[in-house]
Every structure is written in structure tokens, then in C-alpha cells.
């Protein structure tokens, strides 16, 4: 295999990293039939959180840590105010972002123009000494696996355990789940937590390793890519960690092509990811059996026990 | 979205500004006011403006209050910023991005006793002067030191928009390389923000992977600089010393420097000497300078460096000084001639030596 295309497809691996962090936190979040807008917000907050602990710890693992607790505090946020209160999910969720957006600024004002070491890659004995595999799957940071690990837990949770149907069940429909006695709003209240810290994940791999920095609002509108992500996977794990790596390749190869000299406007590569999502969506609708098997359906809707 | 939230942080900076306003009157210092496309966390652009505006304060002390709205966008938000600025007693007014070329002359002219000073524009009037650097001078220094360090002749540019300004860049870094290395070559990568650090790094590590030895960017993060020192490469700092972030990568840095000239004008205004001019500073007035070496450049290429600096401080030496051969080999510049300032303002075409097409 040729080095380009190796160090291309290893790029490629840790620019969707974020994206398969932030996307699998909701796509678990809307199963629960909640639909938090504020990915972006609970990233910028990880990110920020997970950095200044680092710097000032000089631990990078007391650094994902916190990152995972800051996505999680944001979340739980929201959480109350949705889930206890009522609140209309997406303005919450708006609000959200925008609540991460300049608490993090505040918190990273003193972090400005500060660098990280960065998070060392992890060499697994044998495996990462395989020829190409080993380079291509086994030279990366603990994130990473993690990010794999993830997805796979995560599959399994929600197809092959009773918990998993459970927060299925109250996805689907809260009332029904209520009557048979499953407390909805408890679920919920873990699922979205469980979202605030796959979030915060993301964010901690953006300011630890993907540029191991904290700049303002560095996440960029990567947590909007994860939300397209998540409809566009139509809540699958399995696609959805194909779709990141899609979105990411895309995003990577047009850079690749400009160096290249191949003049494709880079401004409709940015929209790919948008398009890509739209033309699935379009796609998956004129099937409608599809989106009834998978589309949650009491996403973004109010519970409470007495309607 | 992000203008939306842009929107709701103006409306909240216009709040912020009138109660300042409002509390300030009893003391009646000199009041500047500063207006930022960026955050002051970025570390590039809307970060030295910053540290200008802060020296404000050190050489003033009492005697001038600033204030300063950041992350304004450029367009009808900013007009509004800019009037708020100027109706709550702001005496000077810097406004610091190109896109606020036109609402700064339209609140100027509502408001003629205040004055206004627009960077990167070219519109003026009576109390709007407008100033900018002639960073393509330090470009044509970083070049000169690319083309003589590269040993794959391939020089990667990571760019931001496909503006004169930008081109230019590029252009005079170009020149200067070639003169020095007739075979390297420079490969340009737009990313469309000027802010992005993740696209900044992945721009920069496809570079790299494409066989860029050396790399540089027209764009505002350190996080270029870090994928160089990862990878073994090296690079420029952009609009501040960025060493921090690569202390083996960075050869130098192009830095930003307003402070002298936000200084005077301010001085200028105070005493009543303020005149409505343009400022096109460049290394001679100090407007663009360069941190120290690194110690992995070797002394040949700190000499030819500062011979370059020296002969462009000196007059003896312009960036672009013909011959300048367009990409096509075609000579558009007759040997012993330099580029009008019209012409380098309106820079659209690449110079021999940069690959692909200049998206339009």
C-alpha cells in the first residue's frame, strides 16, 4: 500500500473520530426520543474543560475525564430543563449551543496561546507491528479505540439487551412504555447524559489530540455534522460510524485534491455533508416502512405521566 | 446559525457598550473604540489588534478608555456596532476587517466629529483614514528561507480565501523562493475560513503527505504549525510568534504590529494633529516584523533573510521587482520595474512556480 494513501487514510480515521464521538452520544440520545440541539455547545464545553484540566493537571487522562463530565454537566442542563421542566427540546437545545459557545470562551480566556504535548499513540504488542492493518488500525491514541469500542458497545446495547429495548420502547412511545411501567423520564434522563458525554468526548479529542490546543469555537459546526450525521445513518450505529468516516474522507480528500491540482470548489465539497444528508433523506422517505422501523417516533415530544 | 448567534452577541455587546456609555461620562477620558471580525482568542488577526489596543492603555493610562466589541460580522450587524460606538461618546473609532469598509464610511458621514480608521480599505473621507500592512514583505523574507531549506522542492501554502491580499502572499513568497531555487514549487490549499484549526491541520498534513517538506498558511491558528512539528517539517508563524506550538517547526513568524501606529494615530487625535490619510506600513515602519530565528536555521539562510529584510527597509529591494513571469511563463512585469501599488492591490493571477489554477 502506497504511503500517501496510508497517511491519508489515517488522517482520514482521526478527523471523523470527533464526529463518530459526537453523532453515537445522540444518535443514543434520540432512540430516547430526545432530540438535544445543543451537540455543538456540549463539545465546545468538553473540548475546553478536557484541555484546561489537561494543562493544568499535566495528565491528559484526568483531561478526557473531565471532558466527559463537562459534555455530561451541559447535558444534565438540559436534561432538567427539558425533561423535568418541560421545555421545548429545540430551543433548549439552540440555547444550549449557544450557552457552550461562550461559556467555554469565558473558561479558555486564560488558555489562549497555550500548547498541549498531545495524547501519545498507544503501541498494542503484535498487532500494531502487523504490515499495513497494524499501521492502519493499531497505531492510534486511546481515543480512538475508544471510538470503536464505542460503536460496537453501543450496537449491542441497543439490539441485543433489555435495556436497549427498553430506551427504545420510550423512544417509540413514551406513553405505551409509561403504561407498561417504565419510568420515561429516567431513561431519558440517562440517555441524554450518556449524549452530554459522548459530546464531551468529541470535544476532548478535538483540544487534546486533533489540535492540541484551545482556541475559541474551535469545534467549528463539527457538532452540526454530527447531528446531519445522525439522521443520515437513520440511527444505526454501524452506518453511522460509516457515514463519519464518509464525511471525514470527503472533507480530507478535497484538501488532497486541491494539492493535487483537481479544481473542485471547495465551499461544495463543505456542503457535501448536508447534500449527502438530504439525498438520504429523500431517499429513505419514498420507503416508508423504513423510517417507521427506525426514526423514533415520539422524537422531540414532551413527556409527562398524566397526558 | 452562527449569524444568528453572531447577531445575539452584537445585541448583547450593544447593550454592554450603552451602559459602559452611561457610566463613563463623569471621568470624560479620550474614548477609542475597536470593532474585531475575530475573537481576541484567535490568537491571529483579531489577537494583535488586541495587543494594539492594549498598548493604548499602557502609553495612555487614564488619560484613554477603550473599548472593544469582537467577533462583529461583517455586513448590516456591523454598521450597527459601529454607530453604537460612535454615538456613546467614542471619540476614535478602529475598524479592523475589510468588510467594514462600507458601513464605517456610511456611519462616518452621520458622524464627522469622530474619527474613523478603517484597516485594509481603500475608501476614505475627511474622518476616515485607512491603514494596513505590506505583509507581502515579510512573505517575500519567509520565502527566501523556503526555498533555500526545501530539499523536496515542494513548499506547501495553506490559504484562506482567494483574495488579493491572500494572492499576494502567496505571489511574493513565490518569487522569492524562486530566486533563490529556480526549482521549488508551491502548492496552495484553499480552506475557505480564516479560522478553522482542524481544517488548518488536515490542509496541512495533505500537504505534507503530497511531499511538502516546508509549509506556511494565510490562515489564523497555530494548529498548521503543530501538524509541521508532528511530522517533522517545518513552517511560519502567522500574525504572532506561534513558537509555543512548535519550538523545533517554527523558522519564524510574520508578526502583526499595530501598536506603534494605534499609538500615534491616537496621540494624533488627542492633540488635534488627526488628518484623514492612508497607511501602507510594511517592515521599514515596523508594521510587520519577525521573531527570532530558530536554531535550526543555519547562517547562510538567517544572512539571506536579512539581506532581503535589509535591502526592502533600504529601498534597494522590492518583492516584486520584474522580471515577473505569470504562470503561464509569459513576462508581465519588464526586468528592472516594481509593481505599482494598484496592480499589487488588485492581485488576481499566480506567478510562475505556483501549481494549479486560482479559483475564481
Redesign the interface.
Known amino acids: 500500500m502506497n504511503e500517501t494513501l496510508m497517511l491519508t487514510v489515517l488522517t482520514i480515521i482521526t478527523a471523523a473520530t470527533p464526529l463518530v464521538y459526537a453523532a453515537l452520544g445522540e444518535l443514543v440520545v434520540e432512540r430516547a426520543g430526545v432530540l438535544n440541539l445543543g451537540v455543538e455547545g456540549m463539545m465546545l464545553g468538553g473540548a475546553v474543560c478536557s484541555f484546561a484540566v489537561a494543562h493544568y493537571s499535566g495528565s491528559a487522562t484526568l483531561g478526557i475525564v473531565a471532558g466527559l463530565l463537562a459534555g455530561m454537566l451541559l447535558a444534565l442542563i438540559f436534561a432538567f430543563l427539558t425533561l423535568s421542566l418541560q421545555s421545548s427540546q429545540v430551543a433548549t437545545g439552540l440555547a444550549l449551543t449557544i450557552f457552550g459557545i461562550g461559556i467555554s470562551a469565558l473558561i479558555g480566556q486564560s488558555l489562549v496561546g497555550i500548547a498541549f504535548a498531545g495524547l501519545p499513540a498507544l503501541h498494542i504488542p503484535w498487532l500494531s507491528d502487523l504490515p499495513i492493518v497494524g499501521r492502519l488500525l493499531f497505531s492510534h491514541d486511546v481515543l480512538v479505540y475508544g471510538s470503536f469500542l464505542m460503536v460496537a458497545l453501543v450496537a449491542w446495547f441497543l439490539n441485543r439487551t433489555r435495556a436497549g429495548l427498553v430506551l427504545r420502547a420510550v423512544g417509540d412511545s413514551h406513553h405505551a412504555a409509561h403504561a407498561l411501567g417504565i419510568r420515561v423520564v429516567r431513561v431519558r434522563y440517562l440517555a441524554t447524559l450518556f449524549g452530554g458525554a459522548c459530546a464531551g468526548l468529541g470535544g476532548a479529542y478535538l483540544s487534546l489530540v486533533y489540535t492540541p490546543m484551545w482556541s475559541e469555537n474551535m469545534s467549528a459546526g463539527r457538532g452540526w455534522i454530527a447531528l446531519a450525521l445522525v439522521v443520515f445513518s437513520v440511527w444505526q450505529p454501524g452506518r453511522l460510524l460509516l457515514g463519519a468516516y464518509l464525511f471525514g474522507g470527503i472533507s480530507i480528500l478535497q484538501l488532497h485534491g486541491q494539492a493535487l491540482g483537481i479544481n473542485v470548489p471547495s465551499q461544495l465539497m463543505s456542503m457535501l455533508p448536508y447534500l449527502t444528508t438530504i439525498l438520504v433523506l429523500v431517499l429513505i422517505s419514498r420507503d416508508r416502512g423504513r423510517i417507521r422501523r427506525n426514526a423514533p417516533a415520539s422524537i422531540g415530544q414532551a413527556f409527562h405521566p398524566t397526558t | 446559525?452562527?449569524v444568528y448567534?453572531k447577531r445575539?452577541g452584537v445585541v448583547l455587546g450593544a447593550a454592554v457598550l450603552s451602559a459602559v456609555a452611561l457610566s463613563a461620562q463623569a471621568a470624560d477620558p479620550f474614548k477609542v473604540g475597536f470593532i474585531y471580525v475575530g475573537?481576541v482568542?484567535?490568537?491571529g488577526w483579531t489577537?494583535r489588534h488586541d495587543v494594539g489596543r492594549k498598548a493604548l492603555e499602557t502609553e495612555f493610562g487614564e488619560g484613554v478608555e477603550t473599548t472593544f466589541v469582537e467577533s462583529v460580522p461583517e455586513g448590516a450587524d456591523a454598521e450597527r456596532v459601529i454607530r453604537k460606538l460612535a454615538s456613546s461618546g467614542h471619540n476614535l473609532i478602529f475598524t479592523t476587517s475589510f468588510g467594514f469598509m462600507n458601513p464605517t464610511l456610511k456611519v462616518a458621514k452621520d458622524f464627522p466629529d469622530v474619527k474613523f480608521e478603517h484597516a485594509t480599505g481603500y475608501k476614505r473621507t475627511d474622518n476616515v483614514s485607512t491603514y494596513g500592512a505590506r505583509f507581502y514583505e515579510g512573505r517575500a523574507v519567509i520565502g527566501t528561507m523556503a526555498g533555500m531549506m526545501t530539499k523536496s522542492n515542494i513548499v506547501?501554502y495553506i490559504g484562506s480565501f482567494p483574495i488579493p491580499e491572500v494572492v499576494r502572499g502567496i505571489n511574493a513568497f513565490t518569487i522569492a523562493m524562486r530566486k533563490v531555487n529556480p526549482d521549488a514549487e508551491v502548492?496552495?490549499?484553499?480552506?475557505?475560513?480564516w479560522?478553522?484549526?482542524?481544517?488548518?491541520?488536515?490542509?496541512a498534513?495533505?500537504?505534507i503527505?503530497?511531499g511538502?517538506d516546508i509549509i506556511t498558511q494565510h490562515t489564523d491558528?497555530?494548529?498548521p504549525l503543530?501538524v509541521a512539528e508532528?511530522r517533522g517539517v517545518y513552517g511560519f508563524g502567522q500574525a504572532s510568534d506561534m513558537s509555543?506550538?512548535?519550538p523545533k517547526s517554527q523558522l519564524t513568524s510574520i508578526i502583526d504590529n499595530w501598536d506603534a501606529y494605534y499609538v500615534d494615530r491616537t496621540r494624533a487625535a488627542m492633540d488635534g494633529s488627526w488628518a484623514s490619510m492612508d497607511t501602507w506600513g510594511g517592515i521599514k515602519s515596523g508594521m510587520v516584523s519577525f521573531p527570532e530565528y530558530s536554531a535550526d536555521v543555519p547562517d547562510d539562510v538567517k544572512e539571506a533573510a536579512e539581506v532581503v529584510r535589509d535591502g526592502i527597509i533600504g529601498g534597494t529591494l522590492h518583492p516584486f521587482q520584474g522580471p515577473v513571469l505569470n504562470q503561464a511563463g509569459e513576462e508581465i512585469l519588464p526586468a528592472g520595474e516594481v509593481m505599482d501599488d494598484g496592480t499589487l492591490l488588485g492581485m488576481n493571477f499566480y506567478v510562475q512556480g505556483v501549481?494549479?489554477?486560482l479559483?475564481k
Do not use: C, I, R, T
Open positions: 446559525m452562527s448567534l445575539m475573537p482568542g484567535d490568537h489577537y506547501g502548492k496552495v490549499v484553499w480552506v475557505n475560513s479560522y478553522d484549526p482542524g481544517k488548518e491541520a488536515d490542509a498534513k495533505a500537504l503527505d503530497q511538502a491558528s497555530p494548529a503543530q508532528e509555543a506550538f512548535a501549481q494549479g489554477d479559483p
